[in-house]
């Protein structure tokens, strides 16, 4: 492609502007607790699934967090999967340190308590998940952990089959962008979708398109 053609197809944009091309994206609230402090929330979006047999979730923490002393402490974390209701926690559990403030009291958010981890649940969250970390490695300033998943939950009703169902409200956040010029106002953008908008489409029809041989090889 001659740059003539890129820069006629795109606009170049920064390496801080590249992250709104993987919106909306669910950001979790991490709770992590050891016996000396917490639970404390954490406001997170460096988090992947990072394989199957155990399933495990690959989650950064940045050293200078106060989640980051907790974990290290108690290996366990629960990553909960917000509503729309809980955009101001996310605005608070990822500018505010627990070092400073009772997030959870602070937010009058509920918990109850994990099984097989010593880490609340947030109850008003969408679904929480209960990890115990299984492998780590640092790099930089952020130690990733490997949470393996102990158990899972989602609100009743939350599942149809294996997919979400969006009466649940799911916070899907297109990110955080300050207001005009002359205005000293950050604002978080929410995109909304309701169960209308779920689209469903046939598998078939991709084998369809493939040349013969392929065809079988991956049709079921
Ligand atoms: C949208 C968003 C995503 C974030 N993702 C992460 C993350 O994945 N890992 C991390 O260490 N910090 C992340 N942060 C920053 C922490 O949430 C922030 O430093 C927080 O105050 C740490 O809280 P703590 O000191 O109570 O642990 C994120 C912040 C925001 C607003």
Known sequence: ????DRSNAFDEISEMDSTALFKPEVVSLVVSKSESGGPNLMTASWFMLAGYNPFRYLLAVSHETYTYELIEENPEFVLAAPSRDMIDALALAGTVSGRDLDKIDHLGLETVPGDAVDVPLLADAIG????????????????YYFGSVENAYVTADGLDGRILSLEEDILAYMGSNWGAED?????????????????RFPDSDVIETLPDDLKEKYSR
Not at 137 to 143: A, H, I, V
């Open 1 to 4: 492609m001659a740059p003539s």
């Open 128 to 143: 929480n998940i209960e990890c115990s970390v299984m492998d780590s490695f640092e790099f930089e300033n952020c130690t």
């Open 183 to 199: 205005e000293d106002e950050k604002y978080r953008y929410h995109a909304g979708m309701s169960p209308d908008d779920l689209e």
